[in-house]
């Protein structure tokens, strides 16, 4: 059964900095893309930022770049998205998902982010 756990996520004042956790179990995890979303409250699940199977390419939505860092440990079956200087605007439910080859898709419960002074 496949399994991806999110933790990290927690209340942090603007210009904060966050690190959340995707561990993922059940599955070839190396073989998978792995990808950051988040949905704000009344709005659309988005894509944040995405990483591919070896690491050699990762790639940001506009809104976070230069801000989120992604990065995995096949060896740890890991994937991180280090946030750096949150704004009220990053506040939402961050969820990460891995993409196979073949289209297979999971999705992991969660973490929430708020972002408040």
């Known amino acids: 059964q496949v399994q991806l756990v999110e933790s990290g996520g927690g209340l942090v004042q603007p210009g904060g900095s966050l690190r959340l956790l995707c561990a993922a179990s059940?599955?070839?995890?190396?073989?998978?893309?792995m990808n950051w979303y988040r949905q704000a409250l009344g709005k659309e699940r988005e894509v944040v930022a995405g990483?591919?199977?070896?690491?050699?390419?990762?790639n940001y939505a506009d809104s976070v770049k230069g801000q989120f860092t992604i990065s995995r440990d096949n060896t740890k079956n890991m994937v991180y998205l280090q946030m750096n200087r949150l704004k009220p605007e990053d506040t939402a439910v961050y969820y990460c998902?891995?993409?196979?080859?073949?289209?297979?898709?999971?999705w992991g419960q969660g973490t929430q982010v708020t972002v408040s002074s």
């Open positions: 990483i591919s199977r070896a690491s050699t390419k990762s």
């Open positions: 998902a891995a993409q196979g080859t073949s289209g297979a898709k999971y």
């Open positions: 059940g599955l070839a995890f190396s073989s998978y893309a």
